[in-house]
């Protein structure tokens, strides 16, 4: 019934609607209407109820909810259709098992925290409120080597969301964390589902450190929230909404094949290019000029002479001061 009221705010932006109307349009009486009221209060939205004139909708919430990102939602495809959920083990686990029950393409998983939020290689990754916790379910256009690209682009589409909702410009450190001034920022898991041959779908999972005050992270890891930057509590939902407008586009960018743009775009975002960094395989470590990514996604790394690529592992970038982080 929420978003039954909803709409009918919508339809009348800023203005007063009369309790009379909302319960005619609606069938309910004029108490039922009063309780949604208290109910879409608690849920974030700002309502003003004045006795002659009607109810007026002042402010959306700024915490996720699936009406307010509906409206703020610009897509054709992603998060058309999209669940949110108070709280998940993990969005990437959710999005695997609604694919099970066969699932359309672009449907987005958020849930307000997570309890066993996964990193790559099953680390873990700390989910508490207040974070943007998505996951997209791709069925791209594309072979399973092209699809795995999907991740650098999710990667353009954070930073470019970034910069477009805050001018806040992050950098990308292979292959795909999200970092400001050497902190983490977010991060990105990208999991093919089944087989390529049989299904070709792919859960893309954001992590996004949003609303959270630091100390709600573990002392013990490099990382950031948008909140600590900017000093401030943003709009998720807008965000969800810009970041899956930005990554739909590379999604559409990558099934017109258009590869040189996006390493071209990627590497214009990328840390550490053209600098000295380390890089650690398999428990050994390799240093030398990074000097771009293949079309796949490799990290080129110059070394006496030689050029190695990598499609896995860790790198680290060297600070100012000259120490690895
Ligand atoms: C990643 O892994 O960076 C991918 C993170 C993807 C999380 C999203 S949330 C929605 C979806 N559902 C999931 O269950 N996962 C995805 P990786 O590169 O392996 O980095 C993991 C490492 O980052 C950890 O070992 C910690 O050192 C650090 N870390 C953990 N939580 C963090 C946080 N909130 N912010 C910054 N760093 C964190």
Redesign the pocket.
């Known amino acids: 019934m929420h978003n039954e009221i909803l709409d009918i705010f919508a339809e009348h932006p800023g203005e007063y609607v009369s309790g009379e109307s909302i319960s005619r349009q609606l069938s309910l009486t004029r108490a039922a209407i009063w309780k949604q009221i208290q109910s879409l209060r608690k849920a974030g939205y700002e309502i003003d109820a004045q006795t002659k004139k009607g109810y007026r909708l002042v402010k959306k919430p700024l915490g996720l909810d699936e009406w307010a990102f509906q409206q703020e939602l610009r897509t054709k495809i992603l998060g058309r259709q999209a669940r949110i959920y108070d709280e998940l ?5 959710q999005a695997k098992e609604e694919i099970r029950s066969g699932v359309p393409n672009g449907l987005v998983i958020m ?1 307000k925290r ?1 309890t ?6 099953q ?6 409120a207040g ?1 943007l ?3 997209v379910v791709l069925q791209p256009n594309l072979s399973l080597a092209d699809a795995s690209k999907l991740t650098l682009g999710t990667g353009i589409a954070v930073v470019d969301a970034l910069w477009d909702l805050y001018g806040l410009r992050v950098g990308i450190k292979w292959p ?2 999200l970092v400001y001034e050497g ?7 990208g999991e093919v589902v089944g087989e390529w041959s049989e299904i070709q779908t792919m859960v893309l ?3 996004l ?1 949003v609303n ?1 005050p630091r100390e709600q ?2 002392g ?6 948008i909140q600590e930057i900017l000093g401030y509590t943003v709009n998720l939902n807008v965000l969800a909404a810009r970041l899956l407008e930005r990554l739909e586009q590379e999604v559409h960018s990558l099934e017109a094949k258009e590869f040189a743009s996006l390493k071209q775009r990627w590497q214009e975002r990328a840390l550490g290019l053209g600098q000295e960094v380390m890089v650690i395989r398999a428990g050994q470590e390799f240093r030398g000029i990074f000097s771009g990514i293949t079309d796949n996604g490799e990290l080129i790394l110059h070394k006496e002479g030689t050029e190695l690529a990598f499609s896995a592992g860790e790198v680290q970038l060297r600070s100012h001061a000259g120490e690895y982080f």
């Open positions: 083990p993990s969005t990437n686990d849930a997570q066993e939020g996964r990193g790559r290689l680390r873990k990754w700390e989910s508490p974070g916790w998505m996951s795909n964390d902190k983490k920022l977010a991060g990105i898991l999972g954001i992590g450190n959270i992270l573990s013990g890891i490099s990382a950031t929230t």
